[in-house]
């Protein structure tokens, strides 16, 4: 005779899966996904092409989506927006730290070029929007200062948990699966 709550014993304890143990799941594999990405862009000369970096989101987006569902395969079938937004934020968060701890990594010892990479690219946007060298000059100089591998990896994390806080509230909207025994 089986236990009616099976669903809930997945090597967990026979406890539900929690909030936690999905984000970490998710996060990591998310980190390795970005990383490869990352090399792929350095590698094929694409750092800084804007179609790139919103085709880099595709796979935030996917494993976002099956986070929920597997919290809701492996729990009691119920997600809360409020679990989702939870998922979801905390997947990227642990993604973004890994992630960035790479590429802290790489640009500080494995090709130091990169940033002079960064550096080339933001002049060429600049002269391509038209502006005066004058302007460039200024504009370069503000953002010199903040070119650095340690401020942008900061900046970096705080970016990538932002907008995994922004998909998270839209996926959430519509993965979520609310116990009805719980709205009243």
Known sequence: MEDNNSVLDHSHGGEKISVKQVSV???????????????ITVFAGLVGNQAVQYLGMIPTIILIVLAHKEFKQEGDGFMSYGQGLGIGTLTVTISSIVYTVFFYVYIKFVDSSFMEIMKDKQLEDMQAQGMSEEQIDQAMSMTSGFMTPEIISVFAILVAVFFGFILSLIISAFTKNSNPDLDM
């Open 25 to 39: 799941k998710y996060g990591l594999i998310l980190s390795v996904i970005s990383i490869i990405f990352f090399l």
